[in-house]
């Protein structure tokens, strides 16, 4: 009996020892995959800063469209947005706003300014100001916007 219980308590051990090791690789796991999203994140950020650099006309709208739109996507998963929680609706909305045409050119009249607020998000994915910017862009372009 006492035998068994010697075995039971070594098996014990060893799994609690396995146990430990595995929750501090899956935590390393866990950082490195929050670390890709990120540097993701900081990419499409970029892309959406050369996007609004560029010459505007049809071909480099659409990549506009599309950088905001990868970006708005992922910055609900970096770890960014639990700092600044307006990250990923501020984007989205700008995605909205350029991609409906009644505030396109609105919103491209204001390109110098996204590009500024873009360069701000580059250095500082969580700047508050940048987002309100950005909200205070697309309320005046579309949400909030008079029918002309």
């Given amino acids: 009996m006492k035998k068994k219980s010697t075995y039971i308590i070594i098996l014990l051990t060893l799994s609690l020892i396995i146990l430990g090791f595995k929750f501090v690789?899956?935590?390393n796991q866990r950082k490195e995959l929050q670390n890709s999203i990120d540097n993701s994140f900081r990419y499409e950020i970029s892309n959406v800063q050369h996007s609004f650099s560029m010459v505007v006309n049809d071909y480099t709208y659409r990549s506009m469209i599309s950088s905001v739109s990868n970006a708005a996507a992922i910055s609900e998963l970096t770890?960014?947005?639990k700092l600044n929680d307006d990250l990923d609706i501020s984007l989205n909305q700008l995605y909205i706003s350029l991609r409906e045409e009644r505030s396109k050119d609105k919103v491209?009249?204001?390109?110098e300014e996204l590009r500024e607020i873009f360069s701000m998000l580059v250095r500082d994915p969580i700047n508050h100001e940048a987002t309100d910017r950005i909200f205070q862009i697309t309320n005046d372009t579309f949400f909030n916007a008079k029918e002309e």
């Fill in 79 to 81: 770890s960014f947005e």
């Fill in 108 to 111: 491209l009249s204001r390109i």
């Fill in 25 to 27: 690789e899956s935590q």
